[in-house]
């Protein structure tokens, strides 16, 4: 089992950064990667980014590259998203998840994932 927690969400205008973190507990040696999703009212929960274990590979949506950055801290089991330049439609619920599987083709897809934060809040006012 891996416990994973979110921290560092809130309330900042556009154009401001937030860092966003997720520190895991656990079985982590074993968890290949890890990712951050994130989910606005009434809609679908949305990849945003994602790293593997040794922080060698990355990958982001499009809606976020560029602005936001993926980094991990093995020795602190955990997970950072440096968000910049933030814009309101970047306002949801972010979480933190880690998939145990090998497959990297399906990074983006949430329903891969084995283990889920409780999510943090992001808001951005115009």
């Known amino acids: 089992q891996v416990q994973l927690v979110e921290s560092g969400g809130g309330l900042v205008q556009a154009g401001d950064s937030l860092r966003l973190s997720c520190t895991a507990s656990g079985r982590t040696v074993s968890v290949p990667k890890m990712g951050w999703f994130r989910q606005a009212p009434g809609k679908d929960r949305e990849f945003v980014a994602v790293?593997?274990?040794?922080?060698?590979?990355?990958d982001y949506a499009d809606s976020v590259q560029g602005r936001f950055t993926i980094s991990r801290d093995n020795t602190k089991n955990t997970i950072y998203l440096q968000m910049n330049i933030l814009k309101p439609e970047d306002t949801a619920v972010y979480y933190c998840?880690?998939?145990?599987?090998?497959?990297?083709?399906?990074?983006?897809?949430?329903?891969?994932?084995?283990?889920w934060g409780q999510g943090t809040q992001v808001t951005v006012s115009s």
């Open positions: 790293i593997t274990w040794s922080g060698s590979t990355t």
């Open positions: 998840a880690a998939d145990n599987s090998l497959s990297w083709s399906q990074r983006r897809r949430a329903n891969v994932y084995d283990y």
